[in-house]
């Protein structure tokens, strides 16, 4: 869902029709577009955008937004209605890396930067540094505790954003941290354990704890499991994963089975679609709370990823 969010901050900037808005107007009139993007769900939020000092109308230093208490879901929508845009695209031959955006949160991108711009614009446009924070949210029944996202500059063609197709010419590598708390990573757990009754999933440092009531041959059989987090390119596993507590030993086959649905225990992009890549550096448990804490970098591969990889 990073990405969603990104895409939503360049978004929400739609209704900012003062070419000479700054400071708190700039950021309330953002603000403003940002919420009215979420569906008014969003409990808190705060936004720092400020203009490049030299260059055309779409040039800003940096966007920063913090928020809280919102759902995700909305931009999901939005972006699977945008999919069938771009097929349609595809099949009209247009080109297909260009990505329409103009369906996309609401058709916010058909005036991306909300017009502000006047006739002073230079066909590129620029955000030296993009942040955004989000604490307390849900995405796909999913509620996270924490997401910070930052990106390095991010260069695109101002003349086609401002017609409704947002073309990135480059983005810097950034970086990624998510929260999940244990009960919530539970969740997506469950659904792949039917043998598994009274699962509980917890985190100690670097180790995941798995237990639960095993069905064997009819029979409840209590059993707790411990595994090492780690993590490869955009997933975090849990390797190792051994019997701890048992009153009954537990066939091999019956480990084989837990370990395999077990893993990943979270994958940031299971159908490798998203236009931005995570590669992992570190998963652990947080120190005084039971929440999975991961962190990875970011690097922009291009709304064409699947078209280059048939190349």
Do not use: C
Not at 16 to 44: F, H, T, W, Y
């Amino acid at each position: 869902m990073h990405w969603l969010l990104i895409l939503a901050l360049l978004s929400s900037t739609t209704n900012i029709k003062d070419p000479n808005a700054s400071g708190a107007s700039l950021n309330k009139m953002a603000e403003n577009a940002l919420r009215q993007e979420l569906g008014g769900s969003v409990r808190n939020l705060k936004v720092d955008l400020k203009r490049g000092k030299n260059g055309g109308a779409g040039n800003f230093d940096s966007f920063a937004v913090t928020l809280d208490g919102f759902s995700a879901d909305r931009l999901a929508d939005m972006e699977r209605d945008n999919q069938r845009q771009r097929r349609q695209l595809a099949a009209s031959s247009f080109n297909a890396s260009s990505l329409d955006l103009g369906n996309i949160l609401n058709g916010g991108f058909g005036d991306i930067l909300g017009g502000i711009f006047g006739k002073s614009f230079s066909s590129q446009g620029r955000i030296g540094h993009l942040e955004v924070n989000a604490g307390n949210f849900t995405y796909d029944d999913i509620r996270y505790d924490g997401l910070r996202v930052g990106m390095g500059e991010i260069k695109f063609d101002w003349a086609k954003a401002l017609r409704g197709d947002f073309d990135v010419d480059s983005m810097q590598p950034g970086n990624i941290d998510l929260q999940l708390a244990a009960d919530q990573a539970q969740q997506l757990v469950a659904p792949r354990l039917p043998m598994v009754h009274d699962l509980k999933l917890s985190f100690d440092a670097g180790v995941a704890n798995l237990g639960g009531k095993a069905d064997f041959y009819g029979m409840n059989v209590p059993f707790q499991t411990g595994g090492r987090l780690s993590v490869q390119t955009n997933q975090v596993r849990v390797d190792d994963l051994r019997l701890k507590v048992a009153k009954l030993t537990l066939p091999s086959f019956v480990m084989g089975e837990i370990t395999k649905a077990v893993n990943p225990l979270y994958d940031f992009d299971p159908d490798k679609k998203w236009p931005i890549a995570v590669n992992m550096y570190t998963a652990a448990g947080a120190h005084n709370a039971n929440t999975l804490k991961m962190r990875g970098g970011l690097k922009w591969l291009g709304f064409d990823r699947e078209d280059r990889k048939k190349k």
